[in-house]
């Protein structure tokens, strides 16, 4: 371990619905920077999870015929085992009923409340249920909740209020002179224009009552109420962390960027900060923002029916041409497309033609030609050190664009690798090679420095295609690779192929894909 530390988490997903498109890309994303980070040597927590309380969970629950508590636990065994079926690498699955989740709440809101940061007030507004929360007018549009299109409820209240809005110049300070809290730029202007005077955006009303609400966490200091949902749900990301019990916690979050969508930069952007700041507590070290999807051109919704199951597409089409085409088709902060066409068209130009056919055609012609193990290269030419540079360059786009979420730019890094890979063994023509004795050498050479590359290309592809990575460095011969690498400088690294290896053919990486509809 380098000492460097890497805490991730997602958003806690309702258990109001099942996990869609939307709900994949951030947990997939965070698996990919969480993986990547491993295999830099790094400290790693990656946290996901589920929000089980508040007034939506309990509404679907009735509808159910459940009671809450048997309903949202029963739906969050659903979401953590498709993760697990996904093979995404958590470390925690936080559920908000978890009992140290429920101390760390009750233990933020006292903190708060000590600090004179909550007040009791009697309060009037529109109530959306959608959003958990009272609507400002800038959240309405013609009567209804601009995110939800309903109408929301008139209601009042007594309840409790934290006095968010007197932390709203320390943010915007905070916000100023740390740019990279708050990343892309376009949100961190998003937030700063919510708490500039006259947004509209003021104090925060954290309590239900409980005879309107009875499932959420008691606030500590008033048993007739619970937590609001939102109050409740962004402790997790702290309690997950270790707060305030576990000596380490503090490192841990220190290190702890949150990735959300666009759709959660409120809550996330000007609660969350202003809550630890009332509390005492450090900030988390950054916020990352990921645009939303659309499917087919329309908004993923129940009622379109086009939510995009990602088990069935594993089902349809294995899991990895799904990953790849959500990783590599949205770029990070900007919304995306899907459509189940343009995912099958990616996976055959790109996984099966240029990097499958990459792999096949040197491993066939290491069978043919050199036994099918590593051939011994003569010294380096031209062509071969354009292609070492490559891989170099490759490893250092990986990294830097990782480390700024530009998860799209780093897959198009490697698949620059691929084509410059492919453009060596065209331009190089083994097979005229092979057709000479004088030219054992330059025959040795090429193909010893194609499974070189692809040495690179399957340590780069790792944290975003596990499976196939894993595949493609064992037909290398190299089954242990990833226990033992180190990123990204192994995969710059050119030399580390020991001749002799033997290599093994093998079926196609990733098969063309066709089009299924029928399930
Ligand atoms: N429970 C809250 C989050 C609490 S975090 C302290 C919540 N849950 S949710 O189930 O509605 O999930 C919202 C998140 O799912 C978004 O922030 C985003 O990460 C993901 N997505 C849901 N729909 C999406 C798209 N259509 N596109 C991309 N991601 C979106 O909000």
């Known amino acids: 371990?380098?000492?460097?530390?890497?805490?991730?988490?997602?958003?806690?997903?309702?258990?109001?619905?099942?996990?869609?498109?939307?709900?994949?890309?951030?947990?997939?994303?965070?698996?990919?920077?969480?993986?990547?980070?491993r295999l830099a040597g790094e400290a790693v927590y990656f946290q996901t999870g589920a929000d089980l309380h508040g007034e939506k969970v309990q509404g679907a629950a009735e509808d159910a015929g459940e009671t809450p508590a048997h309903f949202a636990a029963r739906v969050s065994d659903i979401w953590q085992s498709t993760w697990d079926r996904l093979d995404i690498r958590y470390d925690r699955f936080i559920r908000t009923t978890d009992a140290d989740h429920r101390r760390a709440v009750a233990k933020i809101a006292n903190a708060i409340h000590d600090a004179g940061q909550i007040e009791f007030r009697e309060y009037e507004g529109l109530y959306c249920v959608g959003c958990e929360r009272f609507l400002t007018d800038r959240d309405t549009k013609d009567g209804l909740c601009r995110d939800h299109e309903t109408k929301p409820e008139a209601r009042r209240e007594a309840n409790y209020f934290f006095k968010m809005s007197e932390h709203f110049d320390w943010l915007a300070r905070e916000l100023e002179r740390h740019p990279e809290l708050i990343e892309p730029e376009r949100y961190r202007n998003e937030v700063l224009a919510m708490i500039r005077e006259g947004s509209g955006l003021e104090d925060l009303c954290i309590s239900r009552p409980k005879e309107r609400l009875s499932w959420g966490i008691e606030l500590p200091f008033d048993s007739n109420y619970v937590c609001y949902v939102w109050f409740d749900a962004l402790v997790n990301y702290l309690s997950g962390c270790g707060w305030p019990d576990k000596p380490d916690w503090e490192a841990r979050w220190r290190a702890c960027t949150h990735l959300i969508g666009k759709d959660i930069l409120k809550p996330h952007g000007v609660f969350w900060p202003t809550m630890l700041h009332a509390a005492g507590l450090p900030l988390f070290r950054g916020l990352r923002v990921h645009g939303h999807w659309q499917v087919e051109a329309r908004k993923v919704s129940k009622s379109l029916g086009n939510m995009i199951d990602p088990l069935r597409m594993k089902a349809r089409y294995g899991f990895e041409p799904f990953r790849y085409f959500l990783l590599r088709e949205m770029s990070f902060g900007l919304d995306g497309s899907f459509n189940e066409d343009a995912m099958i068209e990616r996976a055959n130009a790109q996984l099966s033609n240029a990097l499958g056919n990459l792999l096949s055609r040197t491993l066939n012609m290491t069978a043919r030609y050199c036994e099918g193990v590593v051939p011994e290269p003569d010294d380096d030419g031209p062509d071969e050190t354009v292609l070492r540079d490559a891989c170099a360059a490759a490893a250092t786009a990986v990294d830097h664009h990782l480390r700024r979420f530009e998860l799209h730019r780093a897959l198009e890094a490697v698949f620059q690798l691929v084509d410059a890979a492919n453009r060596y063994i065209d331009r190089r023509e083994p097979w005229k090679a092979a057709r000479t004795a004088a030219?054992?050498?330059?025959?040795?050479?090429?193909?010893?420095?194609?499974?070189?590359?692809?040495?690179?290309?399957?340590?780069l592809l790792a944290p975003f295609l596990p499976e196939a990575s894993a595949e493609l460095l064992r037909r290398l011969g190299l089954g242990d690779a990833l226990r033992n690498a180190r990123l990204p400088d192994d995969a710059a690294r050119w030399n580390m192929l020991i001749p002799g290896t033997p290599t093994s053919k093998g079926d196609a990486l990733f098969p063309r894909l066709e089009r299924q509809d029928d399930d």
């Open 1 to 37: 371990m380098s000492g460097k530390k890497f805490s991730l988490t997602t958003p806690i997903y309702y258990v109001n619905g099942l996990p869609h498109i939307g709900h994949s890309y951030s947990t997939i994303a965070a698996d990919a920077l969480a993986r990547y980070h």
């Open 439 to 459: 030219r054992a050498g330059e025959l040795r050479t090429t193909l010893a420095s194609a499974c070189r590359a692809l040495r690179s290309i399957g340590l």
